[in-house]
């Protein structure tokens, strides 16, 4: 039952995304270790209330529990981006495409972080890379 629920409140969170691409995204990881996906809920209230630092708290606990969920590492990558650590939203966004078995949801969604934190830093070649990755990937 927590599996299911976790799973539900990942989706939604992807469709609410502010910053994620313009058309809803959905997948199929869940999160499987139950303390993971408690830190997980923890962030989603704390993102519910613009307390980004808080939710960045949470995920980064998420993270040591689950190290290699996309799903956590991208929302974790999000959270940066929105407190303007632009490398580590990158990096996490990377580290998230490793790990997502080439889920072209998710990859497309990770692509989408790295095309704002390049931008957020003046990378303006490095955006236009990004915007390549994900055009590629709408065509698949």
Not at 1 to 18: A, D, G, R, V
Not at 87 to 104: D, G, P, R, T, V
């Amino acid at each position: 039952m927590i599996k299911k629920l976790l799973f539900l409140i990942f989706i939604l969170t992807l469709i609410s995304c502010q910053s994620a691409p313009d058309k809803p995204l959905q997948h199929t990881w869940v999160i499987q270790n139950p303390e993971a996906g408690k830190m997980w809920q923890l962030s989603e209230d704390a993102i519910k209330k613009n307390e980004y630092f808080k939710a960045d708290e949470y995920l980064t606990q998420a993270q040591k529990l689950s190290p290699k969920n996309p799903a956590i590492l991208s929302r974790h990558a999000e959270v940066k981006l929105r407190i303007r650590k632009s490398i580590l939203a990158e990096n996490l966004a990377m580290k998230s495409n490793s790990f997502a078995n080439n889920e072209k949801n998710i990859v497309y969604r990770n692509w989408s972080i790295i095309e704002h934190a390049r931008t957020q830093r003046g990378d303006i070649p490095g955006a236009k890379e990004a915007q390549l990755q994900i055009q590629k990937l709408m065509l698949k």
